[in-house]
């Protein structure tokens, strides 16, 4: 009997637990627009998600944007010249979804290449994949990548 | 006891919803280069709108439909429907049905398949290596990949999404299977022959 007890208050501690939890998750707002994605501010993400190259050259840029993508894997979804955008997608498993545009810097001396990340159904905000990325992409293209002030 | 942890386990289950990336996802590995190999040829021709229209042809050859194309940035992407029905491993699902009845039985069903196709000029695969002193002694190495003026290089990359018969999505992997892409090649280099040669 006293076991019985314990049990069904355990179970009704777990449901209670269970929904602080699940509330405390996001609501749609903040799910379409990812506002509370770590506490990041959009200052601090765009620094994550973005480096700047010592080129003038767009074409060549998403050229290598591309062929990094095939390299680690991705296969390409779609890609616009004129907004200087690449969508891709890796399939291992898991679904990660990439898109990278490149846009000319304020300078008109460099690139400005920004990614964004989508694994399964999570953004990416964690740093360190970004960084991942960005050696691997200025591996292709023989130039450094600096970060973007 | 026993009861209270399983339910916390529960518990973290469904609140944890979060699962890493896995570290090498965005790293270059030991097989970048195999697989660089397996999926791209050279192809010693002069318009890359040519290889292109080439391209297309065995795409639509081996039945894929085209999704998406930007000529400027040389890219087809292409994309097919079809069975995924394996006789193997349905057997082994008649075998798992008479033994745990017909709830347990999944077998793989249908699939998608997509294709993209890359096109760039051909570069040397040794970069040269230059430094230049400038007039102010300022020092600048050049360590650029120099086109070679002639050719184009094509990657093709396939992957797949299968799905079981009862609609769930099983399996979603990268295809990288060298004899595919081989007889891939093998279709290319025709296509592109009959086109050089007018034959419709």
Do not use: H
Request: aromatic share 6%; hydrophobic share 40%; net charge positive.
């Amino acid at each position: 009997m006293l076991n019985k007890r314990i049990a069904f208050r355990a179970s009704l501690f777990a449901i209670a637990l269970s929904t602080a939890l699940l509330t405390g998750c996001q609501t749609m707002k903040e799910r379409v627009l990812d506002s509370s994605a770590d506490g990041q501010t959009s200052v601090e993400l765009r620094a994550i998600q973005s480096r700047s190259f010592d080129t003038t050259d767009k074409q060549k840029t998403m050229r290598t944007v591309i062929a990094t993508l095939q390299d680690l894997g991705f296969v390409v979804d779609k890609a616009d010249l004129d907004l200087g955008s690449v969508s891709a997608t890796k399939l291992n498993g898991y679904a990660l979804r990439m898109t990278v545009t490149v846009r000319p810097g304020a300078s008109g001396k460099n690139m400005i290449v920004r990614a964004n990340a989508q694994y399964n159904s999570k953004p990416v905000t964690d740093p360190k994949p970004y960084q991942d990325f960005f050696v691997s992409l200025q591996k292709s293209l023989f130039l450094t990548a600096n970060n973007v002030d | 006891m026993k009861k209270l942890i399983s339910c916390i386990a529960i518990t973290g289950l469904l609140a944890g919803c979060v699962q890493p990336i896995p570290p090498e996802a965005l790293q270059f590995q030991g097989d970048t280069l195999a697989n660089r190999q397996i999926q791209a040829r050279k192809y010693e021709i002069k318009s890359e709108k040519e290889l292109l229209g080439a391209s297309s042809s065995v795409l639509q050859d081996m039945g894929f439909n085209l999704d998406e194309s930007n000529t400027t940035l040389g890219l087809i992407v292409a994309s097919k429907s079809r069975d995924a029905t394996d006789g193997g491993q349905i057997a082994g699902a008649i075998l798992l049905g008479v033994l745990f009845g017909a709830a347990a039985v999944n077998y793989d069903s249908k699939q998608t398949i997509r294709a993209s196709l890359v096109t760039k000029p051909a570069s040397t695969n040794n970069p040269i290596d230059v430094t230049v002193n400038t007039k102010n002694g300022k020092q600048i190495k050049f360590d650029q990949p120099v086109p070679e003026g002639k050719g184009y290089v094509v990657r093709v990359t396939f992957q797949r999404l299968v799905w079981n018969q009862r609609g769930v999505l099983t399996k979603i992997e990268g295809i990288n299977d060298a004899d595919i892409y081989q007889e891939f090649y093998e279709k290319l280099s025709k296509s592109i022959f009959l086109q050089a040669q007018n034959v419709e």
